[in-house]
């Protein structure tokens, strides 16, 4: 649902906007690399136009005491304020286009402005970087929105919003509170992952992010095929490689487990509805300590088949919901306490199938980073355009250091799979 001016915000984007800390800001990232520059005022036309039909991105967020979070009109809006042009030739250095894309990905968002930027890069690398707040978008909104943007989106008329009564939002807190403190019942049985193995420090206000070589979407289909799962199932078990690799030897106990947080969207988006969250983060085992590739791809599959049991999914939405439904300070409270449960955020996003263009430019890459909550220090995104696919890691620098590590892990990881499915139907 997108809200009028001044209705208040969706539970489930309550409860993200309350999950950002100075150490995790909650930010989605999309980096679209170009073939060639583009003009920054057609950029800002294009974002002007096609943005119009979002209330939302021309809507700041205020908090009235002891009141749900609000959308209300900016009045100092203007699409030139959020859309920022960078000559890649003037950056110290010589930064490559992921070390760019992590410094802005580690810049806070403005909190009495509407929740999103644009950064266009000029440079032997031209892109276009939009960064936007989870409360603003999930993953899969912002791809939905990016797919506006582009040459092939078609514009369409201003959705007006619709408006919630005073009434109805109360009896739905009630309701969310009440349907999130089960789900929460039951995640408090779960015992929270070990500390040490990603976490032995602290986490700081840097993220590294990097991207993998491109990936054939095809070949991993026929790795998941061949293994009987899904590309989550395929990409899990390449993260518990990669985290195992991540230990010390005397971290490896056979028995390790870990926990990725993984979105499953359980409600399906409305045409009046591109924006907001739509999932619920799933709490799923990885089999760190398995010393055999074949126990944790059985982990992957096995984590795979709990994502696609809709109950699963539902829980979680309730738990974020009621998160959104309760204070602040009570949400961080529990946001701390569900992010000690897990190690990694792990997801998946489609992007278009064929190739866009963006103000006449062809669009060689897309590529999106998802934020990781609370304490978490890692998050994987696998991402698909055009027939190819890319994995995306952002790492709190603090914590985990260089980010190209684990994407090179990962790639060997991938490799490994694909051998040992080879193998099985040869």
């Not at 906007?17 to 170009?34: E, F, G, K």
């Not at 992010?339 to 955020?345: D, F, P, Y």
């Not at 620098?397 to 190209?404: E, I, M, Q």
């Amino acid at each position: 649902m997108i809200t009028a001016p001044g209705s208040p915000l969706a539970f489930e984007d309550a409860a993200r906007l309350h999950m950002s800390t100075a150490d995790n800001p909650m930010l989605i990232t999309a980096l679209l690399a170009l073939d060639r520059s583009i003009g920054h005022e057609a950029l800002e036309a294009r974002l002007g136009a096609r943005l119009a039909r979002h209330p939302r991105f021309r809507q700041r967020v205020v908090e009235p005491r002891l009141r749900m979070p609000r959308w209300v009109e900016d009045p100092t809006f203007d699409v030139r304020h959020h859309v920022h042009r960078i000559d890649a030739s003037l950056v110290p250095g010589s930064a490559s286009l992921e070390d760019l894309t992590g410094d802005l990905a580690s810049i806070p968002l403005a909190g009495h402005h509407p929740l999103w930027r644009a950064h266009l890069i000029d440079g032997p690398e031209p892109a276009l970087v939009m960064i936007v707040h989870h409360a603003l978008a999930d993953g899969a909104a912002l791809l939905a929105l990016l797919a506006e943007l582009v040459d092939e989106g078609a514009a369409e008329r201003s959705r007006p919003g619709e408006t919630t009564s005073a009434t109805a939002t109360l009896r739905s807190r009630a309701w969310q509170i009440a349907a999130g403190a089960l789900a929460a019942s039951r995640l408090a049985l779960q015992r929270p992952d070990p500390e040490a193995p990603l976490r032995r420090r602290q986490l700081g206000d840097h993220k590294r992010l990097a991207f993998s070589d491109l990936l054939s979407l095809d070949e991993l289909r026929t790795t998941a095929h061949a293994l009987d799962t899904t590309l989550t199932g395929v990409l899990l078990t390449a993260v518990a490689g990669a985290c195992r690799a991540e230990l010390d030897e005397s971290e490896r106990a056979e028995d390790l487990v870990l926990h990725a947080l993984v979105p499953v969207i359980v409600s399906q988006r409305g045409s009046s509805d591109v924006l907001g969250n739509h999932y619920g983060s799933v709490l799923v085992p990885l089999p760190v300590g398995a010393v055999d590739l074949a126990s944790r791809i059985r982990g992957g599959r096995d984590a795979a088949r709990t994502l696609r049991t809709h109950g699963a999914g539902v829980a979680a939405a309730r738990l974020a919901a009621a998160a959104g439904a309760i204070s602040p300070f009570i949400e961080r409270i529990g946001v701390e306490l569900f992010s000690r449960r897990a190690s990694v955020t792990v997801s998946s996003v489609r992007g278009p199938a064929q190739s866009v263009h963006l103000c006449g430019a062809a669009v060689r890459d897309i590529m999106v980073w998802a934020p990781a909550s609370g304490s978490i220090p890692l998050s994987v995104t696998l991402m698909s355009y055009d027939g190819r696919a890319r994995i995306g890691v952002a790492a709190d620098a603090h914590a985990l250091g260089d980010a190209r590590r684990i994407v090179r892990e990962l790639e060997r990881q991938l490799e490994l799979v694909s051998s040992f499915a080879s193998s099985t139907t040869a």
